[in-house]
């Protein structure tokens, strides 16, 4: 199961051979200025893992993002996250830095909210925010989600979750 394609992106799913971008998109400082720390390869390694025991489990994860003539963009997809001690499903999206501000996020986290309503038949879908990511919150707002409120039981000390009815 996979995002349709968009005007300029299309999605499939990650895997080991996608190792060096996936290192590169997660240790990238600016990307994951809002992480604790930039990752490692080995957390890479990790992250692909969790998202094919994703794809297994629940039939969706983060995808690779690339643009129509196979550039990688970076990842987004639906995972399911613990909000307040309960699952909620989240689009979660990472795009390259010099790629950001291009609309390459919200066009790829809009195909996800699709499938999240017209496919998964979800009644609700959540993005959890930093704080002080305003981009990242800008992305959520322009698919229609708004405020919802801040979850203080998290890894954060407060994360702020935006949302929408399905």
Same mark, same amino acid.
């Given at each position: 199961? /996979?995002? $349709?394609?968009?005007?300029?992106?299309?999605?499939?799913?990650?895997?080991?051979?996608?190792?060096?971008?996936?290192?590169?998109?997660? &240790?990238?400082?600016?990307?994951? #200025?809002?992480?604790?720390?930039?990752? =490692?390869?080995?957390?890479?390694? #990790?992250?692909?893992?969790?998202? +094919? +025991? &994703?794809?297994?489990?629940?039939?969706?994860?983060?995808?690779?993002? @690339?643009?129509?003539?196979? @550039?990688?963009?970076?990842? %987004?997809? /639906?995972?399911?996250?613990?909000?307040?001690?309960?699952?909620?499903? @989240?689009?979660?999206?990472?795009?390259?830095?010099?790629?950001?501000?291009?609309?390459?996020?919200? +066009? #790829?986290?809009?195909? %996800?909210?699709? /499938?999240?309503?017209?496919?998964?038949?979800? $009644? @609700?879908?959540?993005?959890?925010?930093?704080?002080?990511?305003?981009? =990242?919150?800008?992305?959520? +707002?322009?698919?229609?989600?708004?405020?919802?409120?801040?979850?203080?039981?998290?890894?954060?000390?407060?994360?702020?979750?935006? &949302?929408?009815?399905?």
């Amino acid at each position: 199961m /996979l995002p $349709a394609p968009t005007a300029r992106l299309r999605f499939r799913e990650m895997t080991g051979d996608d190792v060096d971008v996936m290192a590169a998109l997660l &240790g990238d400082p600016v990307v994951m #200025a809002y992480y604790p720390a930039p990752k =490692s390869r080995a957390d890479a390694l #990790a992250w692909i893992a969790w998202n +094919e +025991e &994703g794809y297994a489990r629940h039939g969706h994860g983060l995808w690779i993002v @690339e643009t129509a003539d196979g @550039e990688f963009v970076g990842d %987004c997809g /639906l995972t399911w996250q613990q909000v307040g001690g309960e699952a909620r499903l @989240e689009v979660g999206y990472h795009v390259r830095a010099d790629l950001q501000g291009q609309g390459y996020a919200t +066009e #790829a986290a809009a195909a %996800c909210r699709g /499938l999240a309503r017209d496919s998964l038949r979800a $009644a @609700e879908l959540v993005a959890i925010v930093h704080p002080h990511n305003a981009a =990242s919150r800008r992305v959520a +707002e322009k698919i229609g989600m708004r405020h919802l409120a801040d979850d203080r039981t998290g890894p954060l000390p407060v994360r702020t979750v935006m &949302g929408m009815a399905l």
